[in-house]
């Protein structure tokens, strides 16, 4: 059971040196400086959906961090202009064929950009590392209705749930309305556009908007300004129209903590570094994180992660 | 028993779900970018064979199943129950007809056979790969006939019916792989 020897052969190895190579010419022809900022921090993440691996260092304790996002934003609103950094980012509990708890992820900001730029700019490095033709973009509404025939958006509860009891069978009966639509995503939709190539959901329910700004469509519906970028319905990158307003966001952090009060998870301090920062002023920016080893399985064809990182999870 | 959260769901692992003792298959994790994580899981309830399919959110947990599986030899049947003992220590284990199932047909006295136990008793038992069994039962054999294509229904002792070649007779022990339920050839000579 000690097979010492790396899960990457020499050849996919050879791949993640000419890829890391690559993103770094991209940005730097882009003139976006590269930057690196603590994995170990302070704060945690008070998403529910998300938990840190927790570090004792002295009497606290810190966090490794589950994407450099506080950090990047804390440059971005000390003036540093347009950014990206290639990092490790760490996710508890997140094991599995596409999924390891510590991975490689490349984060980026654009000033300027909303989350329609920044998708073109995702599209046009995506196609060109994986020398694809192109990409379609999906408003998330209009997936829902393309894969199962029914409009999700304002559906109740107990809509979903029938949805989700018609269209995949055993669930879990104690899902909120936002986990029967992780549910219709992951068990329907994903599997669905699989044969798609390069596909963009954008403007998502507003309660999944995360740390995106909410904005409203013509008709007067509000979305969240997020996007997701799948490929071959796999998830590699999640980018927002960034929410720069700190009462806002604490009011999410709040109530996130709410959340995971109920669930029996620890609560998360909010990153109050983060929230002076925005009060201080984040320059209007969309930003983006991009999964580095998803990417390269794409690429390289591996059928799971294990077999393009050197010491998966089970190696480690 | 311990519980087991959906971290720890491995190939093999014995849970309860919906009070039936099932082994699990596959342990798939899926999530969908942000938002909720979930756990695809293929089981097998070990009492009626059948696999499910079930979602679970992660970090949902499962009480583990008192389940063990022996190795025991076959001794007899009262009619109602088929028992088994376990060869080291001399246990006896009384399993059902429901238990037994299929393998009723490939019972042999002193054969091992791997039995499930849930809560200490027998829900399946399983044959080993290949069976000897005798003939009770077949049409004259062919003399000379050896040639291949001809085959004829033959009765074991155990009253299970298979197809043996011409030139096999009553009485003679034949070679049955219980997978397929198939003649392999004559019993080797002991």
């Known amino acids: ?316 | 028993m311990a519980n087991f959260s959906t971290n720890e769901f491995k190939s093999g692992l014995k849970v309860m779900l919906d009070g039936e003792p099932c082994s699990i298959l596959e342990n798939e994790f899926v999530k969908p970018g942000k938002g909720q994580a979930f756990n695809r899981v293929k089981l097998r309830n070990l009492r009626s064979g059948r696999v499910w399919d079930r979602t679970f959110k992660s970090g949902d947990s499962l009480e583990g199943a008192d389940v063990l599986d022996v190795e025991l030899e076959y001794s007899y049947t009262d009619g109602e129950f088929f028992y088994f003992m376990d060869p080291v220590s001399y246990d006896q284990h009384a399993a059902g007809a429901d238990a037994v199932g299929d393998t009723q047909k490939w019972l042999r006295e002193q054969e091992k056979y791997e039995v499930t136990l849930y809560n200490g008793a027998p829900i399946t038992v399983s044959p080993p790969n290949f069976i000897e069994l005798e003939i009770t039962e077949t049409d004259p054999g062919l003399k000379g006939d050896t040639a291949q294509g001809g085959s004829k229904p033959a009765t074991l002792t155990t009253g299970a019916v298979v197809r043996v070649p011409l030139f096999i007779s009553q009485g003679e022990s034949i070679r049955i792989d219980t997978r397929t339920g198939e003649y392999v050839s004559r019993a080797s000579k002991n």
């Open chain 1, 1 to 316: 059971m000690t097979d010492w020897r790396p899960g990457a052969n020499n050849a996919i190895q050879r791949q993640r040196a000419a890829l890391l190579a690559d993103l770094r010419n991209y940005f730097a022809q882009r003139r976006v400086m590269e930057v690196e900022t603590p994995l170990l921090c302070r704060a945690g993440v008070s998403d529910p959906a998300l938990e840190n691996f927790e570090v004792p260092s002295g009497q606290e304790m810190r966090f490794l961090q589950t994407s450099p996002e506080y950090a990047m934003k804390r440059l971005l609103a000390a003036g540093s202009g347009d950014i990206f950094q290639i990092c490790k980012a760490f996710r508890r509990e997140e094991q599995g064929v596409r999924h390891n708890p510590e991975y490689t992820l490349l984060e980026w900001y654009r000033l300027g950009f909303d989350h329609y730029q920044l998708a073109r700019e995702v599209g046009e490095l995506v196609a060109a590392v994986l020398e694809r033709p192109g990409w379609q973009v999906w408003s998330w509404q209009g997936i829902f209705q393309e894969v199962l025939g029914a409009g999700a958006h304002c559906a109740s509860r107990e809509d979903l749930e029938e949805l989700a009891l018609g269209n995949v069978g055993d669930i879990p009966l104690d899902l909120d309305r936002d986990g029967l639509l992780d549910l219709l995503m992951s068990h329907c939709v994903e599997p669905a556009i699989s044969g798609w190539g390069i596909v963009f959901i954008v403007d998502y329910p507003p309660s999944q908007a995360a740390l995106a700004r909410q904005i409203l469509d013509a008709s007067g519906e509000l979305h969240g300004a997020r996007f997701e970028c799948y490929v071959d319905g796999i998830e590699l990158a999640n980018g927002y129209w960034e929410c720069g307003d700190a009462a806002e966001l604490r009011a999410r952090f709040t109530s996130d903590n709410l959340l995971r009060r109920t669930r029996g998870q620890p609560e998360r301090i909010a990153d109050e570094y983060l929230l002076e920062a925005l009060t201080a002023g984040l320059p209007a920016c969309a930003g983006v994180a991009l999964g580095v080893d998803r990417l390269l399985a794409l690429k390289s064809g591996a059928k799971n992660l294990d077999a393009v990182l050197s010491f998966g999870w089970s190696r480690s």
